[in-house]
C-alpha cells in the first residue's frame, strides 16, 4: 500500500513545493524568437556638456556680486532722485547704476568682473557718498549700506584777537531740540590753515555753533537756521589767542619699535587747575611728534597712550607767545 502511494506522488508531481506556483507554464517551441538583451544604461556613452568647475579643480570665477541698500536718519528728507553708481577706482565711466527710493532703498550688482570699485551715491541737495570695495576670489560677494548726507551746512571763520586765523581748532554744531531731556551729539569740525571750517550734514532746524569741545567752549554760542529755503549759514567767531605745543615720543625700545609701533599711538593734551577746562587727543605722526596748533594758554597735562606702552604723563605750560616743546619716553611692556 505505501509503495503505491509513492509511485503515485512521483507522477503526479504533487506536494509540498514553495518554487512551483499556480500559473501556467508558457509552453516553448522552436518557433518562438530569440530576444536580444538589453543593453545596461552603464555602459551606454552620454556626452554631458563641459563644465569647467567639474573638470578643473584650479577654477576660480571672475566675476562676483555687490548689493545693498540705501539708508538714512529719520528726520531726513529722501530726495527724489537717488542714484547708486559703480564706478572703477582706476579711473572711467561707471559700469553699473541703479536707481534707490525710500519705497525701495535696495540695489543689486550681479555677474561684476573683479577690481576695485567706488560705490558712489548721487543725489539732489545732498553730498557725494563714496565706499571703497574689492571684488576678487576671495570677497565675490559684498553686502554695503551707504547713507544719505544731507549737503546743508554751516560754514565760518575763527580768528584770535589780534585777527589772525587760529589753525586745527575744533567748532561744534549741536541741534537745538524742544524735546524734554532730549541729547544731541554734537557735529564737528576743525578750522584749516585759512581758519575755516565746514560743518555739513545738517537737518533743518536750529543749531548752537561754537568754538571747542563739547564741555568746555572757548568762544560764545551762537546760534544759526538751516531750512529748505537757506541750506547754508554763514557765522565767524573771535578767541583769545592760542598757545602750540610740540609733543615728541622717544621710543626707548629703538627705531624698529618706533616704525611699527607709531600708528597705534596718541597724545592727549589736558588743561589743568582753575579756570578754562580743555582737552584734545591727537593720533602720533609717522615721525614720532604731534602737533597742537591752538591751545588755550595754561598748565597742560599731555599724556601718550596706545599699543604696547603704559600711559605716561609729562606736565608743561602752554604760552600765547611762545611755542612749547615736551618730549615723553615711552618702553614697551613686551
Same mark, same amino acid.
Given at each position: 500500500? %505505501?509503495?503505491?502511494?509513492?509511485?503515485? =506522488?512521483?507522477?503526479?508531481?504533487?506536494?509540498?513545493?514553495?518554487?512551483?506556483?499556480?500559473?501556467?507554464?508558457?509552453? $516553448?517551441?522552436?518557433?518562438?524568437?530569440?530576444? #536580444?538583451?538589453? #543593453?545596461?544604461a552603464? %555602459?551606454?556613452?552620454v556626452?554631458?556638456?563641459?563644465?569647467?568647475?567639474?573638470?578643473?579643480l584650479?577654477?576660480?570665477?571672475?566675476?562676483g556680486?555687490?548689493?545693498?541698500?540705501? $539708508?538714512a536718519a529719520?528726520?531726513v528728507?529722501?530726495?527724489q @532722485?537717488?542714484?547708486? !553708481?559703480?564706478?572703477p577706482q582706476?579711473?572711467g565711466? @561707471?559700469?553699473?547704476?541703479?536707481p534707490a527710493? #525710500?519705497e525701495? *532703498?535696495?540695489?543689486n550688482?550681479?555677474r561684476?568682473?573683479?577690481?576695485?570699485y567706488?560705490?558712489q551715491?548721487?543725489?539732489?541737495?545732498?553730498l557725494?557718498?563714496?565706499?571703497?570695495?574689492? %571684488?576678487?576670489?576671495?570677497q +565675490? +560677494?559684498h553686502?554695503?549700506?551707504?547713507?544719505?548726507?544731507? @549737503?546743508?551746512s554751516?560754514? &565760518?571763520l575763527?580768528?584770535d584777537?589780534?585777527g589772525?586765523p587760529?589753525?586745527?581748532?575744533? =567748532?561744534?554744531a549741536?541741534?537745538?531740540?524742544d524735546?524734554?531731556?532730549?541729547?544731541?551729539?554734537?557735529?564737528?569740525?576743525?578750522?584749516?590753515? +585759512?581758519?575755516?571750517?565746514?560743518?555739513?550734514g545738517?537737518?533743518? &532746524?536750529?543749531?548752537?555753533?561754537?568754538?571747542?569741545s563739547?564741555r568746555?567752549?572757548?568762544s560764545?554760542?551762537?546760534?544759526?537756521?538751516?531750512s529748505? /529755503?537757506?541750506?547754508?549759514a554763514y557765522?565767524?567767531?573771535?578767541?583769545?589767542k592760542m598757545?602750540r605745543?610740540?609733543?615728541?615720543?622717544?621710543?626707548?625700545?629703538? *627705531? /624698529?619699535?618706533? @616704525?611699527?609701533?607709531? !600708528?597705534?599711538?596718541?597724545?592727549?593734551?589736558?588743561?589743568?587747575?582753575?579756570? %578754562?577746562?580743555?582737552s584734545?587727543?591727537?593720533?602720533?605722526?609717522?615721525?614720532?611728534?604731534?602737533?597742537?596748533?591752538a591751545?588755550?594758554?595754561?598748565n597742560?597735562?599731555?599724556?601718550?597712550?596706545?599699543?604696547?606702552?603704559?600711559?605716561?604723563?609729562?606736565?608743561?605750560?602752554?604760552?600765547?607767545?611762545?611755542?612749547?616743546?615736551?618730549?615723553?619716553?615711552?618702553?614697551?611692556?613686551?
Amino acid at each position: 500500500m %505505501l509503495a503505491v502511494a509513492v509511485f503515485w =506522488v512521483l507522477n503526479t508531481g504533487t506536494g509540498s513545493n514553495s518554487d512551483q506556483s499556480d500559473e501556467p507554464l508558457t509552453p $516553448v517551441s522552436a518557433d518562438t524568437p530569440n530576444r #536580444e538583451p538589453l #543593453e545596461s544604461a552603464v %555602459l551606454e556613452k552620454v556626452d554631458l556638456p563641459t563644465d569647467p568647475k567639474r573638470n578643473d579643480l584650479s577654477y576660480q570665477p571672475k566675476f562676483g556680486i555687490i548689493r545693498g541698500r540705501v $539708508v538714512a536718519a529719520n528726520w531726513v528728507i529722501w530726495p527724489q @532722485a537717488i542714484t547708486v !553708481s559703480l564706478i572703477p577706482q582706476s579711473g572711467g565711466p @561707471a559700469i553699473r547704476t541703479a536707481p534707490a527710493s #525710500e519705497e525701495d *532703498p535696495t540695489f543689486n550688482f550681479e555677474r561684476v568682473p573683479f577690481d576695485n570699485y567706488t560705490l558712489q551715491l548721487t543725489a539732489a541737495e545732498c553730498l557725494d557718498q563714496n565706499l571703497l570695495l574689492t %571684488l576678487s576670489a576671495e570677497q +565675490n +560677494n559684498h553686502f554695503a549700506s551707504i547713507g544719505i548726507v544731507p @549737503a546743508a551746512s554751516v560754514i &565760518g571763520l575763527v580768528v584770535d584777537e589780534q585777527g589772525l586765523p587760529v589753525v586745527k581748532i575744533p =567748532v561744534a554744531a549741536v541741534f537745538r531740540s524742544d524735546l524734554l531731556g532730549a541729547s544731541q551729539v554734537p557735529l564737528m569740525a576743525s578750522t584749516d590753515e +585759512n581758519g575755516q571750517f565746514r560743518i555739513s550734514g545738517l537737518r533743518h &532746524g536750529e543749531y548752537n555753533i561754537y568754538v571747542g569741545s563739547f564741555r568746555n567752549p572757548l568762544s560764545e554760542l551762537k546760534v544759526i537756521g538751516i531750512s529748505r /529755503e537757506a541750506p547754508e549759514a554763514y557765522v565767524s567767531f573771535t578767541v583769545m589767542k592760542m598757545g602750540r605745543a610740540t609733543v615728541s615720543v622717544d621710543f626707548l625700545d629703538g *627705531p /624698529e619699535a618706533a @616704525a611699527e609701533d607709531w !600708528s597705534a599711538m596718541r597724545i592727549k593734551a589736558t588743561r589743568v587747575g582753575e579756570g %578754562l577746562g580743555f582737552s584734545e587727543s591727537l593720533a602720533l605722526g609717522k615721525d614720532g611728534d604731534v602737533h597742537f596748533t591752538a591751545l588755550p594758554p595754561g598748565n597742560y597735562s599731555f599724556s601718550a597712550y596706545g599699543g604696547p606702552y603704559r600711559k605716561v604723563i609729562r606736565q608743561a605750560s602752554v604760552s600765547a607767545d611762545l611755542p612749547t616743546a615736551v618730549t615723553i619716553p615711552m618702553r614697551s611692556f613686551r
